[in-house]
């Protein structure tokens, strides 16, 4: 029952953030996959150095104004934790592999897109600090 409720909420937070994202992955903790299809993949994690339980979201680029709701799906540390305010590290990968400036995702310590943010550019991982454990919304950038 649990594992159906929190599929339901993710699909629902999915669904109304008007992105293009998918629901989280039911992988193993400490892997952010990328969506084969695009070669797209966004993942917060848990713990520092994307390890613990993460949450992707893969597809076109977009982002999440507010992460309430969100729930870490999976066997990592973390699991059944809230996204927001629970998050230490981020991935962001690209299809193609480059190291694109101009392909990027912000995490902001506020809802709606707001205040400090950490920068996550394509094909990288990052440890959160100015939004460690402060994370309430993440959009996807491209000034290509």
């Keep these: 029952m649990r594992k159906t409720l929190v599929f339901a909420v993710a699909s629902a937070a999915a669904v109304g ?18 969506e084969s299809s695009t070669g797209i993949g966004f993942c917060l994690y848990y713990n520092s150095g994307q390890a613990g339980a993460y949450y992707r979201w893969s597809g076109n680029t977009g982002g999440v104004s ?11 540390a973390g699991a059944g934790q809230a996204v927001k305010n629970n998050s230490a590290s981020a991935s962001y990968t690209m299809g193609g592999g480059c190291v694109c400036s101009g392909e990027y995702v912000r995490v902001f310590y506020n809802s709606g897109y707001l205040g400090n943010y950490d920068t996550v ?9 100015k939004t460690y454990n402060q994370n309430a919304s993440w959009s996807a950038y491209s000034n290509l």
Excluded: E, R
Aim: charged share 10%; proline share 8%; with cysteine.
């Design 17 to 34: 953030s008007l992105f293009a994202f998918s629901a989280p992955a039911q992988a193993a903790s400490g892997s952010c996959p990328k």
């Design 66 to 76: 507010n992460l309430a709701g969100l729930v870490y799906p999976n066997n990592g």
């Design 121 to 129: 550019t394509s094909n990288t991982d990052k440890a959160l600090v």
